[in-house]
């Protein structure tokens, strides 16, 4: 039997299955596309998931692929600088392709011993106490058995719909047509007419990809009964000629597609042995480029609690914590996006709103607090009261010896002891104990999660002991 199916080969099912890799567990990814995509949906990765890649030593891999930008304008396309002061090692965006993005996360899982099969459709699941029974459309083996199943496959999610689990929200308003085509048009009248219409239309924009190549964004005449059929080349030029008085020259498309604003939340992430990441569990207009971000987290959240179950060390209520802490997450994003879409309306009330909304984001607290909702790395968990690190994350800090997140490439659980005195005797083969010092932490020792969020800060051993059975199960004999 396989430890875990993930359906759904796309960024968040590949973090996933390189998460659950990294403890052990037997894993496949099965995808229904015989090919990656072409089609270039996110262009970039925030602060959180930068920092993601660096506790797993990838960093470096995305850093050679893409590009730093120190921008702001993130929160509905209101034009900030980047703010100073963020809590992040990484105060950079990354721009780089899903494309890329998904090879560079492939690479990694294969590497890690994940086995990814594309050109597999599930079409039917079963679930006892024992596992799930995966059905696939007639292609090999048509029948497959796991321990448990995680439907990464995006807001159409074929595992959330045979699971009966609701998905309420609203349905699409607005549609927007997205293409790679070459333009002929000259790059300065180009920018100039874009900046224009973009003084009133901020859906739409015309991204320079290098060798006359274009990424052009533009708003659909309605909302198309079947969004899996792209556009035409004629359509989408049809429609930035009545916005801009020009199709630029628009030819020779690489790819074509559309996408909408609906807004929907699963009711729950997990219904027994099988849960829902990533696209599958929430779906969100694209303002802010959250997106592939959100899923990438959602996977750095759930991988090592499932392999924890896997491994027969969770402690209870870990797996459902999952839930517990992500779904208030997109439920998050998903209110800030549909406030960027209601700003970013050409109704006089939302612009009304906007410039209002603009002269507050001049205050340096504004505008840092909403970039840190826009990159995640304001999220914090509910672990209750106590010191104000509880819950959130950690940004790398210099150690006298390395970097903290240097320590983290295992996905194992990490106590940073500055005193030298405390133990993690029992825990040691799930935590990783490092005495050092860091002239950037101002408390005595922190407990990390696999995941970089505090557990628990202090010195005092007997509280230690109090904490870890709650995050990593029973000691050891």
Request: aromatic residues 6%; negative net charge.
């Amino acid at each position: 039997m396989i430890d875990v199916i993930v359906a759904g080969g796309g960024p968040t099912g590949l973090m996933l299955a390189a998460e659950l890799r990294l403890h052990g567990v037997d894993v496949l990814v099965l995808d229904k596309e015989p090919e990656p995509t072409k089609v270039v949906r996110s262009l970039g990765l925030h602060v959180r998931s930068i920092e993601l890649m660096d506790q797993r030593g990838l960093l470096d891999r995305f850093l050679a692929e893409g590009t730093r930008y120190e921008v702001g304008g993130f929160f509905a396309g209101i034009d900030t600088p980047w703010p100073d002061r963020m809590d992040t090692a990484h105060g950079y965006v990354l721009g780089i392709p899903q494309t890329v993005t998904e090879r560079l996360l492939a690479e990694h899982a294969t590497e890690l011993g994940v086995e990814i099969r594309r050109g597999c459709e599930l079409v039917g699941l079963i679930q006892d106490e024992d596992g799930v029974s995966v059905e696939l459309a007639a292609s090999g083996d048509t029948r497959l058995r796991a321990r448990y199943l995680v439907g990464c496959d995006g807001g159409r999610s074929t595992v959330r719909k045979l699971l009966g689990v609701g998905f309420p929200g609203e349905p699409s308003r607005a549609e927007t047509l997205l293409a790679e085509v070459e333009l002929t048009a000259p790059p300065e009248e180009l920018a100039a007419v874009v900046a224009e219409v973009r003084k009133t239309q901020k859906r739409f924009g015309a991204m320079p990809l290098g060798d006359g190549v274009y990424r052009l964004v533009a708003p659909a005449d309605g909302v198309a009964e079947d969004r899996m059929v792209p556009p035409t080349l004629d359509e989408l030029k049809r429609q930035v000629r009545a916005l801009a008085g020009t199709d630029f020259g628009a030819h020779s498309a690489r790819w074509l597609s559309r996408f909408g604003d609906a807004t929907r939340l699963a009711d729950r992430y997990r219904t027994g042995r099988v849960l829902l990441a990533g696209d599958a569990a929430h779906i969100h207009p694209p303002t802010g480029g959250q997106g592939l971000n959100l899923g990438l987290q959602d996977a750095f959240n759930l991988g090592w609690k499932l392999a924890a179950q896997i491994g027969g060390w969770a402690p209870g209520g870990l797996l459902d914590s999952y839930q517990t802490e992500r779904r208030p997450v997109a439920a998050d994003v998903l209110d800030n996006t549909r406030a960027q879409m209601e700003l970013m309306s050409t109704e006089p009330g939302p612009q009304a709103v906007r410039r209002l909304l603009s002269e507050l984001m001049d205050f340096e607290e504004v505008n840092r607090y909403l970039i840190e909702k826009i990159t995640a790395v304001g999220v914090r968990y509910d672990f209750g009261a106590g010191h104000a690190l509880l819950g959130r994350r950690m940004r790398d800090v210099a150690l006298k010896r390395g970097r903290l997140y240097g320590l983290m490439h295992g996905g194992r659980g990490l106590l940073l002891d500055q005193t030298g005195r405390l133990s993690v005797a029992g825990w040691a083969d799930r935590i990783d104990h490092v005495v050092d010092v860091s002239e950037e932490l101002d408390v005595p020792a922190a407990l990390l999660r696999p995941d970089g969020h505090v557990a628990w800060v202090g010195d005092d051993q007997r509280d230690l002991l109090e904490v870890l059975p709650t995050w990593f199960g029973a000691a050891d004999a």
